[in-house]
């Protein structure tokens, strides 16, 4: 049988995901090592690893020609598409936001405000649900330009640190979401592979809830720590 295939995200979700599999025991060596090939051999199971861009990692996995993929909530919210959505990862946290210059006031005024963004289906959901009609312009990256430029009143973005807003003169006016990374698999692979599918997937909330434990004992551990300091 064909090696299960799965789908990661390249680039900010990359990393993270290749440490989740290597916890789940998982020789991620021809993954790390890959130089410029992008179909990479998982050597200790019957495992393959595809790297590519966030919406062809949808496109592969409803398609089913990758079982599994690895993507962010953003890029599923923007894009949809048929398959499953069998956890979220816990990595990768950050949040849609809508942004405007520092001392903007979105709301003055009563013209239809412009927004940029690289997430227009977003976009457009957020404000319908506000009834709110507003011009929508597609920009594929650095988006921060465009209310610098004067092209937009704002952004909608997806925001980690905060940094790029900050140095560009932008705040968050209002919060959209969070999003965090998601594994999604195919609708027929779950039917036709399901043992070995389950069995990935059981690993993988196993990592999962293991994770968020860790994190929130360190979380109260340093809130102890703050409070014995404080005392
Ligand atoms: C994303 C996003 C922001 C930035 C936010 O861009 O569009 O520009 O990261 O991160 P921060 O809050 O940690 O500064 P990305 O690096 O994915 O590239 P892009 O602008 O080309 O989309």
Do not use: W
């Not at 990661?8 to 790390?32: A, H, N, P, W």
């Not at 009143?153 to 968050?172: F, H, P, Q, R, S």
């Amino acid at each position: 049988m064909r090696p299960i295939r799965i789908a990661l995200t390249k680039g900010r979700l990359e990393e993270k995901s290749i440490e989740m599999f290597e916890q789940l025991g998982y020789d991620c060596s021809e993954v790390r090592n890959k130089g410029r090939r992008l179909v990479l051999p998982i050597k200790n199971a019957n495992i393959e690893i595809i790297l590519a861009k966030a919406a062809d990692v949808i496109t592969y996995v409803e398609n089913g020609v990758c079982d599994l993929g690895v993507v962010g909530k953003d890029t599923i919210m923007e894009n949809g598409g048929t398959f499953y959505e069998v956890a979220d990862l816990g990595f990768g946290r950050c949040r849609f936001a809508l942004a405007v210059p520092a001392g903007a006031d979105f709301y003055a005024g009563y013209h239809t405000r412009c927004i940029a963004s690289k997430y227009v289906n977003v976009t457009r959901n957020y404000f319908e649900k506000k009834n709110m009609d507003v011009d929508i312009v597609k920009i594929e990256g650095s988006v921060e330009l465009a209310p610098i430029l004067g092209l937009s009143d704002a952004i909608v973005d997806i925001v980690e640190t905060g940094t790029t807003l900050k140095e560009n003169g932008l705040v968050v006016a209002e919060e959209v979401c969070q999003v965090s990374a998601r594994m999604i698999v195919n609708i027929a692979s779950m039917k036709l592979r399901k043992a070995e599918i389950n069995e990935l997937i059981t690993k993988v909330e196993a990592y999962v809830q293991e994770r968020e434990a860790q994190k929130k004992a360190k979380a109260e551990k340093e809130a102890e720590q703050k409070g014995t300091e404080q005392a």
